[in-house]
């Protein structure tokens, strides 16, 4: 072998050993995987919708952890009944971005995956979210304008809002977004500190957006299909929510850039990152 070849085995980072094989989960009849995902739902008053949300979710998953708002109804004792198993989160602060900083922080798994508790995304969809982050990506973004995705919810204000603050941010910050402001996202749970979440509002979705970024991650989109609320209202407010995100677009940028995330000049394998 050449020294210029040698060189270059040398420098390249080393692959982690495979994990054992009873360390993988099966997911499919053609995938399994090492790493362990956590599933955090933020609920206030949502007892009537948690039969419906625990009903998708797939059983391979191997964490649970429900943020209850100080609801007033019997949101954790349903959580409880449907899920014995469940990790159960007591928000102290307001607000869905306080909720999800709050279940993040009490994960355990490698991989963490937000939904909502209201019935509006599918917890069948978390495959592919999974599915992505395993084979090399950092933070998997579901798109409601994907192609195969949609959505059975989305007013005109709220259409228009998403269009306009999504051009904004790609614009900005070289990203090629397809839709920013939406609640279904997964990431691997050591790039926690470098998204730094920081906010209370429903704005923490494009914060974690926007920061994945800034720090150079691995951002891949896969396709969602966002229903309706099955029960109860929404706390989302349009204008006021969406003048939020706007406010939380301009202060990211006129703020000091998040630290990057430096990856190898050679991916590695999808093997290497717990798929088999």
Known sequence: MSP??????????????VPPIERFTPITPNMAISPTVSVVVPAMNEAENLPHVFAT?????????????????????????????VRVVHQTGK???????????????????????????????????VGALVTGADFVKGSRYASGGGSDDLTFIRKFGNKTLTALVNRMYGTSYSDLCYGYNAFWARHLDVLNLDCDG????????????????????????????????????????GIRVLKTIIREWRSNPAPVVHEPATAAPAADQGAA
């Open 4 to 17: 210029e070849i040698t060189k270059h085995y040398n420098n390249k980072p080393p692959l982690r050993a």
């Open 57 to 85: 979710l797939p059983q391979w998953i191997d964490e649970i952890v429900l943020v209850d708002g100080n609801s007033k109804d019997d949101t954790v004792a349903v959580a409880r009944k449907l899920r014995p198993n």
């Open 95 to 129: 607000g869905k971005g306080d909720a999800l900083s709050a279940g993040f922080a009490a994960c355990t798994g490698d991989i963490i995956v937000m939904i909502d508790a209201d019935g509006s995304t599918d917890g069948r969809e978390i495959i592919q979210f």
């Open 202 to 241: 429903f704005e923490i979705e494009t914060l974690m957006n926007v920061r994945a970024a800034k720090a150079g991650l691995k951002v891949h989109e896969v396709p969602s299909h966002e229903r309706c609320r099955i029960h109860g209202e929404s706390n989302l407010h349009a204008v006021r929510d």
